[in-house]
Nanobody, 115 residues
Framework: QVQVVESGGGLVQPGGSLRLSCAAS????????MGWYRQAPGKQRELVAR???????NYEDSVKGRFTISRDNAKNAVYLQMNSLKPEDTAVYYC?????????WGQGTQVTVQV
């Protein structure tokens, strides 16, 4: 069983920045494919960014150039650096770990972008 815990959410003004962190348990973390998803009220959960075990990344179109996903295998951690935040980025952000055909989700962290 893999435990996934997010942190770093909060309230920020438009144009501001936040860095989300995700800690995942397990000795095989370097083999996990990791992703950040978000869910706004009344909307479906959507992929924001993901990073493979090999370090390849891809992003949802609306966050390209603003968000950066990275990982630190020594710390069993994945990060999402979010810059130039917009009100439409407001959502609960979830971290997902995919390993050995199993999917593990964190509990989510709220990000609110407003004046």
């Amino acid at each position: 069983q893999v435990q996934v815990v997010e942190s770093g959410g909060g309230l920020v003004q438009p144009g501001g920045s936040l860095r989300l962190s995700c800690a995942a348990s397990g000795r095989m973390f370097s083999n996990y494919n990791m992703g950040w998803y978000r869910q706004a009220p009344g909307k479906q959960r959507e992929l924001v960014a993901r990073i493979t075990s090999g370090g390849s990344t891809n992003y949802e179109d609306s966050v390209k150039g603003r968000f950066t996903i990275s990982r630190d295998n020594a710390k069993n951690a994945v990060y999402l650096q979010m810059n130039s935040l917009k009100p439409e980025d407001t959502a609960v952000y979830y971290c997902k770990a995919l390993w050995n055909l199993e999917v593990y989700w964190g509990q989510g962290t709220q990000v609110t972008v407003q004046v």
